[in-house]
């Protein structure tokens, strides 16, 4: 049911097994499954039923960095949450990016791939999805259409898989209008953590509406899926009783923040205009298999490194997706020589232009971070300041991917790859974005003075406190960390069940 | 018949004259590429003795290798190669003794050609990558770029 907080008495004190502050992808996915183990949930919502200027306000705060982050255009301050305005890329993260990787210092997560994979199948179905299958390879014979004939010492093929996109607000809001054990507060911000005494769990949420009315929750868990800016906001601003705020007793709350930098014409390839690339330039629907599971999907190739070519050489994960280019519009970028080079590909001509653009992984990097200010929003809260960085050896790493997805297209005979070099011959892309992946700032570790949360995302600090967000990924690999997000909620809620009596 | 080294250098000193006409290609903006000026030669000026020797006459086998391709386009990349990588004539003349000892030993045009091929693939496979203007090409492509842009024009 739904109902909202601004008609609750100021004072009030709500009760439930366990109350999810955020109600996007991981917080709906958790209620879902929470109700599904018997519990009764209260979740918590900022925003209504629709985007609300006052309520997107509270998002404000400051970017610096190396790059630009939009923080009001980016995530969606209500019910559903940034689903609304999601683009519905998934795929599940490779092995790799769960393993401790010696050329990324603070790599690796405290769980595996192994043990996240029953839950990305729910993911799959959560999201509206194929089966749990990306082999280039199978999808390409099933579609009759090639992918680019790599040799799995250079280069890869990678698939992701389109959501409709799956608006989480909308395509569940009946199943949990209807649910009985499952409460959502809307127009409801989280303002406090208080914690219990002795500081080892809270006690209760402190929650307030715009209007000024002030209620509390209190449960046997507590979960935040805020989403990577808000969480580490809100630990870090509950600091009445520990100074630096929730816990944070390893001073990671806020550290780390990574983004997938998407480097937007980070590349070109030049082919002859027989190569088929459609698997690549454009959406396909095809049948996907995962054991006993059939299931239709959309998709979409792209170009990458498997995780031994980019373990074999201490890289970081990124794919390129690739679109038609053209020759005149992207002179500015790819400079005169492209015509020229194309008589490599293609003597006598007959050759095309393809646009990469990029989605990167980053190290963890405990200077890039989110801080409070001293500027406060409508709830007398403390704006965020994001400082997200881009190491140079992010971007060296992908000059290094490149040049081998270059060297494998070469090989194949099929083409050439241009990259953007300054005159060092540093990657130096002409465009810098943002993926809207706000990933790391409450990450996951086994060692509590490495991170905030433990393998089953229960805060370090605490009895009773859990993450559900992207904020808790130790390394982002590549993949759009949606999928992910909801196969981590899947899974939370099936510990807390099991952990709850 | 193999030029002599004294041949060999006319034709590449009226090779360069074509490459700076041949340099600037459809776009008349190669030389804004890399070059200081538009009055510069590209390719240093070799003296006969550093010039490789092989079976094969060399421009030949260069024309062959381009085959089909526009002569200006080969001329241009090869041009930017040398400003990147080779830019003086020490740096030219072993750039152009390494190509040419992939096929310096051989008599048929078809095995020197197919050499050439399965050098190209090689530096791939061992990601020997020359980056001329950002696009990344093999090595012995890039170099035969060179080679061509000298004795052939």
Avoid at chain 1, 198 to 226: K, N
Wanted: a negative charge; one cysteine or more; charged letters at 20%.
């Amino acid at each position: 049911m739904f109902e909202d907080a601004r008609d609750l008495g100021d004072g009030a004190i709500l009760q439930a097994d366990v109350c999810v502050a955020g109600a996007g992808a991981a917080g709906i996915t958790l209620a879902r499954g929470l109700r599904d183990q018997g519990l009764r949930v209260i979740l918590l919502e900022s925003g209504g039923l629709d985007l609300d200027a006052a309520t997107q306000d509270l998002y404000s705060g400051s970017a610096v960095g190396t790059a630009p982050i939009d923080l009001t255009g980016c995530r969606a301050r209500f019910f559903g949450g940034s689903t609304h305005w999601w683009a519905g890329w998934c795929r599940a993260l490779d092995e790799d990016i769960f393993e401790a990787r010696d050329w990324v210092p603070r790599s690796g997560w405290p769980i595996t791939r192994q043990d996240l994979l029953p839950h990305y199948r729910q993911a799959h179905e959560s999201c509206q999805i194929g089966a749990f299958e990306y082999d280039p390879d199978a999808v390409s014979e099933r579609l009759g259409r090639p992918v680019l004939p790599f040799e799995p010492e250079l280069a890869a093929n990678v698939i992701y898989q389109y959501s409709p996109p799956s608006n989480f607000g909308a395509i569940y809001r009946t199943e949990l209008n209807n649910a009985d054990d499952i409460n959502v507060v809307l127009n409801a911000n989280l303002v406090n953590i208080a914690l219990s005494e002795d500081g080892a769990s809270v006690a209760r949420f402190e929650c307030a509406t715009l209007d000024g009315t002030r209620f509390s929750v209190q449960a046997d868990r507590y979960v935040m899926a805020l989403g990577g800016i808000e969480t580490p906001r809100m630990l870090l601003a509950s600091n009445t009783q520990e100074s630096a705020g929730v816990g944070n007793s390893s001073d990671m709350v806020g550290r780390c923040f990574m983004e997938h930098p998407h480097f937007y014409r980070g590349g070109f390839l030049l082919l002859p205009e027989t190569v088929d690339m459609s698997l690549y330039t454009s959406r396909h629907d095809v049948m996907t298999r995962d054991g006993d599971v059939e299931r239709q999907a959309r998709v979409v190739a792209a170009l990458g490194l498997s995780p031994a070519l980019r373990r074999q050489h201490g890289l970081m994960a990124l794919a390129a997706t690739v679109s038609r280019g053209d020759f005149n519009a992207s002179a500015d970028v790819i400079g005169p020589l492209a015509r020229q080079v194309g008589e490599l590909v293609k003597p006598g001509g007959g050759f095309s232009l393809y646009s990469l653009d990029l989605r990167v992984e980053q190290a963890p990097n405990p200077d890039s971070r989110i801080t409070l200010t001293d500027a406060r929003d409508a709830l007398g809260i403390p704006r965020i300041e994001l400082n997200w960085l881009i190491q140079d050896e992010d971007k060296e790493s992908v000059r290094r991917t490149l040049e081998l997805i270059g060297a494998g297209l070469g090989k194949t005979g099929q083409g050439r790859l241009w990259m953007p070099l300054d005159n060092e011959g540093r990657y130096d892309p002409p465009f810098t974005n943002e993926g809207c992946h706000h990933m790391g700032t409450t990450r996951m570790s086994a060692d509590p003075s490495e991170g905030v949360v433990d393998a089953n995302l229960k805060v370090h600090d605490t009895d009773n406190l859990y993450i559900a967000s992207c904020s808790v990924f130790p390394c982002g690999g590549f993949a759009n960390p949606t999928l992910t997000i909801v196969a981590l909620a899947h899974r939370l809620a099936q510990h807390l069940a099991q952990e709850m009596p | 018949m193999k030029p002599s080294r004294r041949e060999f250098l006319v034709l590449t000193l009226s090779g360069l004259g074509a490459v700076m006409v041949g340099a600037c290609g459809d776009d008349g903006n190669i030389a804004q590429d890399n070059t200081p000026n538009n009055d510069t030669p590209f390719m240093p000026d070799i003296p006969d003795e550093q010039m490789p020797d092989a079976r094969l006459d060399i421009a030949q086998v260069a024309q062959a290798w381009f085959e089909g391709a526009d002569a200006a386009a080969i001329v241009a990349v090869g041009n930017v190669y040398v400003q990147r990588f080779a830019p003086d004539e020490d740096a030219v003349a072993d750039d152009l003794a390494t190509v040419v000892a992939i096929f310096a030993e051989l008599e048929d045009l078809t095995e020197a050609l197919e050499a050439l091929d399965a050098a190209v693939i090689a530096d791939f496979e061992a990601v020997e990558i020359a980056a001329v203007s950002g696009w990344q090409l093999a090595r012995t492509e890039a170099r035969m770029c060179s080679l061509f842009a000298q004795a052939v024009g």
